[in-house]
């Protein structure tokens, strides 16, 4: 069954033995003295020495490493049934390996427990202060715009699809196709980036901020494309947020989407977000599940193969503040998902539905008030 797997990936990473040289994973691994796990459903190896644990994905130029993500020019690829690195990686792997662990003195770990312990204090019994620049009314405001967030960019690939087809690129034509199609119903739409350019997950967050300073009461939602181990596996799927995720199908795509967004990353938007989400987290949910449903609704009646709402912990949903969901607009892995995503009118068709579920969504926000009469 592995095996069947790994020949799947053939067809999903071009291979170009001219430009790059490859080595073994397994002869690499034995001369560094490697352990190799590997998880081909969720599509990554573990390569691991003591404390170290690298992680490199199958179809995206990833290597991960204590929440640290560097983004590779090349992909793994797989020859006669073996896995082989680019000479990228074994150089980026080697310099891990020789990384000597950092000796902390106890004195500097008890001063940072307390300035830890002193900050945490400080956000607990001054919320007001946190809470000042955010603007929370009790009157009701109608939503005026949509922001679309084409995923990955730049540095950050995303996955690899059949044909040697790029998430990034994906995404970012089918979400000015999408503009579009929202534009004509007379709904106001900014775009995260229109162009090939990588976005941290701050900037993504900032971006959304700087919109609804400017007045706008937005939806935001994040356009992917998906991959499975499965070359079957078809169909579009949308997800909201939730500490959980739905089934184990929704945890691999949550890990592929929330990979290229690194640690620190993350907690530069952590404190807002935990003085916040519990005045405006349940509500938000509730509009983000009503967003989803009405997508779906429109995409059936438009005989589009549309999965079930499912749900997963997404950064790029989490820290924002508005109704949102991610889009996965179909299966980069499928080869009759890839042919349809090269016919401008089933992008057309596609983007026409979604966006007549997001005008479904904002009528009926609009005309009951935020659902609340």
Same mark, same amino acid.
């Not at 020495?49 to 983004?71: A, H, S, V, W």
């Not at 949910?285 to 449903?293: I, R």
């Given at each position: ?58 179809? !995206?130029?990833?290597?991960?490493? %204590?929440?640290?993500? &560097?983004? $590779? *020019?090349?992909? #793994? =690829? ?52 946190? !809470?000042?620049?955010?603007?929370? %009314?009790?009157?009701? &405001?109608? $939503? *005026?715009?949509? #922001? =679309? ?225």
């Amino acid at each position: 069954m592995e095996r069947k797997k790994l020949i799947f990936f053939l067809c999903l990473i071009l291979f170009s033995s001219q430009s790059t040289n490859y080595q073994s994973l397994f002869e690499f691994s034995k001369k560094n003295s490697l352990i190799i796990k590997s998880n081909f459903d969720f599509g990554y190896i573990d390569l691991i020495l003591k404390e170290k644990n690298i992680r490199i994905f199958l179809t !995206m130029p990833y290597i991960l490493y %204590k929440d640290k993500i &560097k983004f $590779m *020019n090349e992909n #793994i =690829i797989f020859k006669n049934g073996e896995i082989f690195i680019p000479l990228s990686y074994k150089i980026e792997i080697e310099q891990i390996l020789n990384e000597k662990p950092q000796i902390v003195s106890t004195n500097i770990i008890s001063s940072n427990v307390v300035s830890s312990q002193t900050k945490s204090s400080n956000v607990v019994s001054k919320p007001a202060t946190n !809470m000042a620049n955010v603007k929370i %009314k009790n009157t009701f &405001k109608p $939503m *005026n715009c949509i #922001i =679309i967030d084409p995923g990955h960019g730049g540095k950050d690939p995303g996955g690899l699809g059949v044909g040697g087809l790029e998430e990034k690129k994906l995404v970012l034509e089918f979400s000015k196709i999408l503009a579009r199609n929202l534009e004509k119903q007379g709904i106001k739409v900014f775009l995260t980036r229109n162009a090939d350019k990588y976005m941290s997950l701050k900037e993504r967050i900032d971006f959304v901020k700087k919109i609804v300073d400017r007045g706008y009461n937005p939806v935001f939602i994040s356009i992917h494309g998906n991959i499975s181990l499965n070359p079957k596996v078809e169909g579009f799927e949308i997800y909201t947020l939730s500490d959980k995720a739905s089934d184990e199908e929704a945890i691999a795509v949550e890990m592929k989407e929330n990979i290229n967004f690194d640690k620190e990353d993350i907690q530069n938007t952590e404190e807002l977000y935990e003085i916040l989400k519990d005045l405006i987290s349940d509500g938000l949910k509730m509009q983000s599940d009503k967003l989803a449903e009405s997508v779906i609704k429109n995409l059936s009646q438009n005989l589009i193969t549309a999965k079930s709402h499912k749900k997963a912990n997404f950064y790029v949903l989490k820290y924002n503040f508005v109704p949102s969901a991610l889009l996965e607009i179909g299966y980069m892995s499928n080869i009759k998902e890839v042919k349809k995503f090269s016919d401008k009118n089933y992008l057309e068709k596609l983007a026409s539905s979604i966006a007549d579920g997001m005008k479904d969504f904002v009528y009926y926000y609009n005309k009951t008030g935020g659902f609340s009469r």
